[in-house]
């Protein structure tokens, strides 16, 4: 049976307790805001199928970053502009949804709810896609998706999942055989917060019900400047990623979780058949291609990719591009990242004191460098 003995070991991605036929195995959270298996020791059976589909315990067979020349890797933006600038850079997540749509299939992708939580869902008509555009950057929750896509694709519909890294190496390992009607999308992950925390940073701080819209990257002044917006009855309230104290601890790997700081899925061969993510660089690889308005890194990783961008890349604009500008630019699709020393006081503080003291406490623990040290650490992937 799955036994979390190391929380750096586990993703959250939901496999062992979607396999559990029995539903012995329960995801709960813990006093970080991150999501665990929890097994019914009592009347576990010991079928061991949990351990077989836990992508950790099988890193081993993971792909290796090999032939990286033979990458397809393309700069691209989508030519619908409208599309484009509701997307948090090159609108490509959409076109991707559109293929699988089109083939009467569904699409699984994370969005919020009325409440601002973060989850995993389906979509199948393209009007609806617009609440799943745009990053967020807490963990979503997933719930039972990776059986409900399994029934999808035993049903014989084309399928998209759209994941983090270690999200879609879940659904794979969960699904054990390869399905042809099956299509994934990761993308380069820097890492994701604790999504309690990210819920009580809004409870805390605002009142849910008069929250109206949240984007995590507006670009309306420039994709290069981009600014987090959550607008309520109010109005619009723009933060710069330092000035949100949610997004600075995000920037900062203070709320991320434990896997992330020793990622197995950091590579750039992915079980996915595309990853995409922000082109940062291009500016300096491409110059005449960056118009400011969003830019998207494909990389094709399978046949299934190939495909995939063959037929929508009437819809692009198109740039080619490189793995080492990708590594240069976007570093984080291979680059660990460090603990943040200030993460064991933020949590004391958060567990005796609430969130609103432990954002406090490392706002002043930072005070005045901060601004200095979060530049330094993003550069070249972000620009806060």
């Known amino acids: 049976m799955i036994e979390i003995k190391d929380k750096s070991q586990c993703t959250g991605c ?10 012995f195995i329960t995801m709960c959270f813990d006093d970080e805001g991150h999501s665990y298996p929890l097994v019914d020791t009592a009347n576990c059976v010991n079928c061991g199928l949990c351990e077989k589909v836990c992508p950790m315990l099988h890193q081993d067979e993971l792909p290796k970053d090999y032939d990286l020349d033979q990458l397809s890797v393309y700069a691209v933006y989508n030519k619908d502009e409208v599309i484009r600038n509701s997307s948090t850079s090159g609108g490509i997540f959409t076109l991707l949804a559109d293929y699988v749509i089109d083939k009467g299939g569904i699409v699984y992708a994370a969005r919020f709810d009325e409440y601002y939580h973060i989850y995993h869902t389906s979509v199948e008509c393209k ?11 807490a963990q979503s929750d997933l719930s039972d998706v990776f059986s409900q896509i399994k029934l999808q694709l035993r049903n014989e519909r084309y399928v998209l999942f759209v994941g983090t890294p270690c999200q879609v190496a879940g659904l794979k390992s969960f699904l054990i055989k390869e399905y042809d009607k099956l299509y994934t999308c990761d993308f380069i992950c820097m890492c994701i917060s604790s999504p309690k925390i990210w819920e009580e940073y809004l409870s805390e701080y605002w009142d849910k019900n008069t929250i109206k819209r949240i984007v995590f990257k507006d670009k309306r002044i420039g994709w290069h400047s981009w600014r987090m917006l959550i607008e309520d009855d109010k109005g619009e309230h723009f933060y710069r990623g330092i000035e949100n104290p949610f997004f600075c601890s995000y920037l900062q790997h203070i709320t991320n979780r ?20 922000d082109c940062w660089g291009i500016d300096k690889v491409n110059k005449e291609f960056d118009d400011d308005k969003g830019c998207t890194t494909m990389i094709l990783q399978s046949q299934k990719g190939v495909e995939v961008f063959n037929s929508i890349k009437e819809k ?8 080492g500008s990708v590594i240069q630019y976007n570093p984080y699709i291979v680059k660990p990242i460090e603990k943040a020393p200030e993460c064991d006081i933020f949590y004391q503080t958060y567990r005796v004191l609430g969130i609103r003291a432990a954002f406090e406490e490392i706002k002043r623990l930072n005070h005045p460098s ?9 550069k070249g992937v972000f620009e806060v």
């Open 258 to 277: 434990p896997s992330c700081f020793s990622c197995p899925f950091r590579h750039i061969r992915r079980v996915s058949d595309i990853t995409i993510a």
């Open 14 to 23: 939901t496999a062992c307790a979607n396999v559990c036929t029995h539903r």
């Open 370 to 378: 901060l601004i200095k040290k979060i530049i330094k650490k993003m």
């Open 316 to 323: 692009l604009v198109i740039s080619s591009y490189n793995i």
């Open 127 to 137: 009007e609806e896609l617009q609440a799943f555009r745009g990053s967020k950057y």
